[in-house]
Structure formats: structure tokens, C-alpha cells
């Protein structure tokens, strides 16, 4: 892990807490150049973090210097040029039970310490403020007449907090940082430190439970420290030198905004924000692709304000007729329609999800092709069957259950060529992450179905080729990206 250092004005703030060799003036760190050489995480508490003081000076020098660093500038700037106005309306609904609960009336306050805060069924709420401004403590105003509008959030000191708020800044300090000013056990020093976004409960990951143990033990072997994370937890970001996303990705989503902090950060990240946005959405995955002449099913976009005949479309397509959401995964979605009352009774349900829908021209195969890349290399490449007895991979039953096909990983020297270089050319566009290529062909004629910005990695499928070398050429891929970082 990043030795840690706390900023003060004066070590004198820090005689509430407990002794620390971590703690350093503002006035010395500024000062102290050879720091430049070492890997910190920093928390700066100074008083004054406006514009031009030592405070603020001392956010910038610690990005010059490498270091990961709590507030950064740009939290800074946020919090001094604007405001969060409003919560989602789930957040504002939270809000409003717990000022009946309290019976509070005009301006209330809500304290937050590292994404954290001791008014119970607040925590969403204080862990979404925080990841808009990444900042030790804050203290966010409320209007209670105004519908919860944001009156103001700001940057709070510990020189302002009293006897019971230091004890809970102090609590919240000790989880954030691993306790930082305690003596720490001895451990292993790894070269980088890589976290790895996961969750637990989710039905069709992108990585099983046995492949995420992979890239951990193999991370080990390569000095590499990784650690499952989870959005909970978001806010254990800095800690590390790299992110790997290894859940479903979304675009109002926790994956999509860890993502982007990770790159403003100047973290290395898989998937990063541009790849999400670009792969997530299939109505701009169909622009894209239709501009470059990469060949795809024949497919033409359905807008809510219009009308949309069934006669029209199926004309145009042929039957049956596949709508999709732009932004489905896994199936979810994704309809297939053979007469016009299916139809129309499909696209009112999936336009309740989105003003645009793709419809598409349906092609049969027993199996789609799935090539994965990483930085405009393949690396493995599979074969899905359909789920028996249904037309897609996955089938999504009534009763809630699902189903998924079989597999066959093939070696990439055996992948027909066209198949081969229809998905390196795909992929040229979207950038030089980790994707999956899902493809389909028909009379040695390849089709691009989709593209996805965090493929499918699990034990005994992927890796039924390379084994433990397929985790490596990923790990690696951090290594020399994180290395190209550190000699600019």
C-alpha cells in the first residue's frame, strides 16, 4: 500500500488524536522535495485550501509529484466555483424521511467524513455527495422548505469539528486509510497496488468467483497487490494505482463513475470511460460501425416521437424482426417479433426504457463467435450456443431464472481470418482496452453484433487455452501502462 501522509497547518491539530509518524506541515511538505521518490497516499487537512494558499498549493505539488491526493485541485476548484444543487429523486426521496423522522424545518446539516456519516438511512446520500467532491470532511446545507435543495457544500478543517464530530472524523480516518497512525503489521511490499470492481451479487458477472481469485493470486506472483472492491466502497479509490472493472458496466452507474474518477485521477483503468460509453450503447455502436463500413445486420433505429409501422420496418427488415434497448447486456432487452401485434406491443413496452430503439434484421446460428482484445490484440476466442430450445445465448425465463448455452474456446490460429480481422478493425475504434466481440458468420461473410467494454473472463471457459497466461497477459497490460505512467 501508498505510505500515508496527513497535511495540518500545525501539528499541533493533531494532539485530539493519536500519535503518528504520518502527519506533516503543509509549510514542510511543500518544502520537501525528496518526496517527489516516494509513493504517498495524501490527506490534506489544511485550514485554507482557497486559491493560491499552501493548502491548495499543496494538492497541486502532490499530483505533480505522483501522489494519490485527497482533496485533489480539481475538488477543490468544484467546491469553490460550484455547487451540487440536487439529488436524484431516490436520494431526495431518503432525504425527506429523515427530515420527517426529525422533524426538521428551513436548513439542516448533514457532516460527511470520507463518504460516511452517522445519520442513520444518510449514508447513500453522503456516499454520493462524496464522490462528487472528493474531500476529507464536508459540511453539506440543506433546505428543507425548498424540496432538500442544496444550499451549499464546503470544505470543513478539523480545527472546526467538536469533542464527539472529531471522535467520528477520527473513526472514519482509521477505516478510510487502514490506520494510518497506528503501527502497522509488516507487509509484503508489492510494486503496484490494483483494485478490482466487483459485485457480489450479481447474476451474470463478467468474472466468476474462481477467476477473480485468479487475478489476485496471480497478481501476487507479479508483485502486484489486487483487492476486490465493491461500489461500497468506492471511496478506498485512492488507495490504489490502477482499476479494473469487473462488473457490468453502465452509463448512470456506479461502474461509469468510478471509472471516470479513476481516469481523472490519472489512474490506469479497464474499462475506461471513453470504451463504456462507446460500447454501452448500441444506437452509437450502429453509427459508428455504419460510417467505417464494418458489416453488422441489417438494422435501422425506431424513435419514440415518430410513428413506426410494423409494414414499414418488416419490409425493410424481414421477419422476424429483433428490438433491442440501446443499452441491454446479457439478453436483457432484446425481443424478437414475428407479427405486427408483437410488435406494437413491444416497442410501447422497451420505448418506457428509452426514447431510441435499434431493430435489426434477425440472423439464425447455432452459435455466435466472441474474440477477445486487449489493446488491439486478441487473446482468446469462444464459441456461445444459444440456451437450448431459444434463440439467444441467454434465456431469461418467466419464472426468473436463466439459463446460457455452451461454449467452446477455440485457439486464435484456428479463428477464421475474416472473423479475425472484422473484430481488430472494430475494436481500432473504440480504443485500446480489454473488449469482447460478439459476432456472427454466415456464408464466410462476418457479422459485428456488438461490442463489450468488459468481456466475460471466467475459470474454465476463456482460459481454457492459456490457462493462468491469459490472467497474466491482462496483469501485465496494467504493469506496462502503469510503468509508461511513471516514466513520463
Request: hydrophobic fraction near 35%; charged fraction near 25%; include cysteine.
Amino acid at each position: 500500500m501508498h505510505a500515508s501522509l496527513i497535511i495540518l497547518d500545525s501539528l499541533d491539530e493533531w494532539n485530539p488524536f493519536y500519535d503518528t509518524q504520518s502527519i506533516i506541515t503543509a509549510k514542510d511538505y511543500l518544502q520537501n522535495e525528496y518526496l517527489s521518490n516516494q509513493s504517498h497516499l495524501v490527506i490534506n487537512l489544511s485550514n485554507n485550501l482557497s486559491y493560491n494558499s499552501e493548502g491548495y498549493y499543496c494538492s497541486l505539488l502532490a499530483k505533480a509529484r505522483g501522489h494519490k491526493i485527497i482533496p485533489s485541485v480539481e475538488t477543490i476548484n468544484k467546491l469553490n466555483s460550484e455547487a451540487l444543487n440536487r439529488l436524484d429523486k431516490s436520494l431526495q426521496k431518503t432525504c425527506y424521511q429523515h427530515i420527517k423522522k426529525n422533524n426538521l424545518e428551513g436548513f439542516w446539516n448533514l457532516d460527511i467524513y470520507f463518504g460516511t456519516c452517522k445519520e442513520e438511512g444518510l449514508e447513500k446520500v453522503a456516499r454520493f455527495i462524496f464522490e462528487q467532491f472528493h474531500c476529507p470532511v464536508l459540511r453539506v446545507t440543506f433546505n428543507s422548505n425548498e424540496r432538500n435543495q442544496i444550499e451549499s457544500v464546503k470544505a470543513l478543517s478539523i480545527s472546526e469539528l467538536s469533542d464527539r464530530q472529531q471522535d467520528d472524523f477520527a473513526e472514519a480516518l482509521d477505516n478510510f486509510s487502514k490506520k494510518v497512525w497506528r503501527e502497522p503489521r509488516a507487509k509484503k511490499p508489492y510494486r503496484y497496488d490494483l483494485a478490482i470492481l466487483y459485485d457480489p451479487e450479481e447474476q451474470f458477472p463478467p468474472s466468476d468467483k474462481r477467476a477473480l481469485n485468479k487475478f489476485i493470486d496471480i497478481a501476487k506472483k507479479m508483485n502486484i497487490n489486487a483487492e476486490l472492491i465493491t461500489g461500497e466502497e468506492s471511496n478506498r479509490l485512492m488507495e490504489f494505482d490502477a482499476l479494473f472493472i469487473r462488473q457490468t458496466t453502465e452509463l448512470n452507474h456506479v461502474t461509469y463513475q468510478l471509472a471516470q474518477k479513476a481516469a481523472q485521477a490519472d489512474m490506469v483503468v479497464i474499462d475506461d470511460p471513453v470504451s463504456i460509453i462507446r460500447c454501452t450503447n448500441k444506437v452509437y455502436l450502429k453509427e459508428l460501425l455504419d460510417k467505417e463500413q464494418i458489416t453488422t445486420p441489417n438494422s435501422m433505429l425506431l424513435f419514440n416521437s415518430n410513428e413506426n409501422t410494423f409494414e414499414q420496418i418488416s419490409k425493410q427488415l424481414g421477419l422476424p424482426i429483433v428490438i433491442k434497448i440501446p443499452d441491454g447486456s446479457f439478453s436483457h432487452g432484446v425481443k424478437k417479433v414475428n407479427t405486427k401485434e408483437e410488435f406494437t406491443e413491444t416497442i410501447d413496452t422497451l420505448f418506457k426504457q428509452s426514447a431510441i430503439l435499434l431493430a435489426q434484421e434477425y440472423i439464425p446460428t447455432d452459435y455466435d463467435w466472441r474474440i477477445g482484445i486487449l489493446n488491439k490484440e486478441p487473446i482468446y476466442a469462444c464459441k456461445y450456443y444459444m440456451a437450448k430450445g431459444h434463440w439467444q445465448i441467454y434465456n431469461h425465463k418467466v419464472s426468473g431464472k436463466a439459463s446460457s448455452g455452451n461454449h467452446e474456446t477455440v485457439p486464435i490460429y484456428q479463428v477464421p481470418k475474416n472473423v479475425l480481422r472484422t473484430a481488430l478493425k472494430a475494436t481500432s475504434l473504440i480504443g485500446k482496452g480489454l473488449y469482447g466481440v460478439d459476432m456472427k458468420l454466415v456464408n464466410d461473410k462476418a457479422f459485428i453484433i456488438e461490442i463489450n467494454d468488459n468481456p466475460n473472463i471466467d475459470f474454465g471457459v476463456e482460459d481454457a487455452i492459456l490457462g493462468d497466461e491469459l490472467y497474466g497477459k491482462i496483469l501485465r497490460e496494467f504493469v506496462i501502462r502503469l510503468e509508461q505512467k511513471h516514466a513520463q
